[in-house]
């Protein structure tokens, strides 16, 4: 059974920072390609951040410069360092597994940045 376990989530004013972090169990995190989606209010799902289990990234335009993505295989664990953060970044953030040709989704976490 695959699990996703987002955490690091909260409440943080303007220009600000957190550190998000996904725990991954029941695949071989090695092999999967890992990423954050987000989903604000009223708008559709969007990538944030990928990251290959090559170790190769892409981010979302407006997040490139602000965010970083990174993974430790040993502790099955993606992470995003979300710097300088906007108003417009508040939403649910989650984690994303590619692995066996399939996808899986964590629970999501909320972020929500205060003018």
């Known amino acids: 059974q695959v699990q996703l376990v987002e955490s690091g989530g909260g409440l943080v004013q303007a220009g600000g920072s957190l550190r998000l972090s996904c725990a991954a169990s029941?695949?071989?995190?090695?092999?999967?390609?890992m990423g954050w989606y987000r989903q604000a209010p009223g708008k559709q799902r969007e990538l944030v951040a990928r990251?290959?289990?090559?170790?190769?990234?892409n981010y979302a335009d407006s997040v490139k410069g602000r965010f970083t993505i990174s993974r430790d295989n040993p502790k099955s664990t993606v992470y995003l360092q979300v710097n300088s953060l906007k108003p417009e970044d508040t939403a649910v953030y989650y984690c994303?597994?590619?692995?066996?040709?399939?996808?899986?989704w964590g629970q999501g976490t909320q972020v929500t940045v205060s003018s």
């Open positions: 029941g695949i071989f995190f090695s092999l999967a390609n």
């Open positions: 994303n597994a590619e692995y066996g040709g399939r996808s899986y």
């Open positions: 990251m290959t289990r090559g170790g190769s990234t």
